[in-house]
């Protein structure tokens, strides 16, 4: 059963003593005066804002035409109930939806089981279980980002967190009583700085600065202390060219006599950094003398271990096999 109403010429809401032609399922672009007598028109595009016509009232029918209107009337009857029948439902619905006070009741809020949201898990480094810790982290070690090099450190050795000048610096675990007293000494360090001056030419570095590395090392400290009661005298016993970490550089070693304690020997190691502007990078070296486990050649060792930072040779365990 259809309950469209249909077409024909209905009261027009929005234009007050007209009639607007309904073409039974939107209104059309035609309008007259009441009682005018028109053929239905053509159907054009219907206007935006009207809404389906209300059936006429009783007093606004006309005669039933005995042709055909009685069906008319029926179905005009018919939506007529429809729309009393619809009114009748909304009116329930809204009278359902309001409290005792009379004011809307409010919405039920529907709910729906949403899927849990699962954490995100952390990324992994790339580097598997078995690829041991990076250079920074290695004991076996030693990393100066500044000069972009890295020394292997040899057993028995360490890597300290703070140094009187701030240099980085690996040294012998077991510290002793200074030969001159008032202080602690180590058997054996290295150290790594950046040298200054403008200067760039690796064998008048490493000459000039030898003098410094035994001063700092036996004569007096960073601090003034005279812990091997002062350097007596010297011998060169080393100075040449060679590569480190891909660079020509350049090497002066000492042996110096003490006032106290054996004495010991002293390195200049000078050569042109890989990173920036390669500004030249002084490694110091000091050894005590008469310690077996600080042979001459351990130097040597250390010196060939040194890599430019990045170098796929530089990897955990490169100070491994380094000893006494």
């Known amino acids: 059963m259809s309950y469209a109403t249909p077409p024909g010429w209905y009261p027009d809401t929005g234009a007050s003593g007209l009639e607007r032609w309904w073409d039974g399922t939107a209104w059309t672009g035609h309008t007259r005066t009441p009682g005018a007598a028109h053929a239905a028109p053509e159907q054009p595009p219907a206007p935006a804002g009207f809404g389906p016509p209300s059936p006429p009232l009783p007093h606004q029918r006309g005669p039933i035409d005995q042709s055909g209107g009685g069906s008319r009337t029926k179905v005009l009857a018919i939506t007529l109930s429809g729309v009393l029948v619809l009114g009748a439902a ?3 619905a809204v009278l359902l939806g309001r409290d005792e006070g009379g004011t809307p009741a409010a919405p039920t809020a529907t709910t729906s089981s949403a899927a849990p949201v699962t954490a995100p898990t952390a990324t ?3 580097a598997g279980p078995d690829s041991g810790p990076g250079p920074d982290e290695d004991p076996t070690v030693l ?5 972009g090099v890295t020394l292997p450190v040899p057993k028995g050795w360490e890597k300290p967190e703070n140094t009187s000048d701030d240099a980085a610096t690996i040294r012998t675990e077991q510290s002793y009583d200074c030969p001159g007293g008032a202080a602690f000494c180590y058997h054996g360090t290295v150290s790594t ?3 200054r001056g403008g ?14 590395a035994a001063d700092r ?3 007096e400290d960073s601090l003034g202390r005279r812990t091997h009661g002062g350097i007596t005298s010297h011998q060169v016993l080393k100075a040449q060219e060679l590569t480190v970490a891909g660079r020509t550089g350049y090497l002066v070693r000492w042996q110096v006599t003490t006032g106290k304690g054996p004495g010991g020997y002293v390195q200049s190691l000078v050569f042109p950094s890989s990173v920036g502007a390669g500004t030249p990078v002084i490694v110091r070296f000091a050894f005590d003398a008469e310690v077996s486990a600080l042979p001459l050649s351990l130097m040597d060792t250390i010196t060939r271990g040194i890599r430019p930072l990045g170098d796929s040779a530089t990897s955990a365990g490169v ?6």
């Open 90 to 92: 909304v009116a329930g």
């Open 124 to 126: 992994s480094s790339s």
């Open 143 to 147: 990393v100066d980002q500044l000069n």
């Open 193 to 195: 700085r950046t040298a």
């Open 199 to 212: 200067e760039t030419d690796v064998r008048a570095l490493a000459e000039a600065d030898i003098a410094t």
């Open 217 to 219: 090392a036996y004569e």
């Open 319 to 324: 100070g491994a096999s380094i000893g006494p």
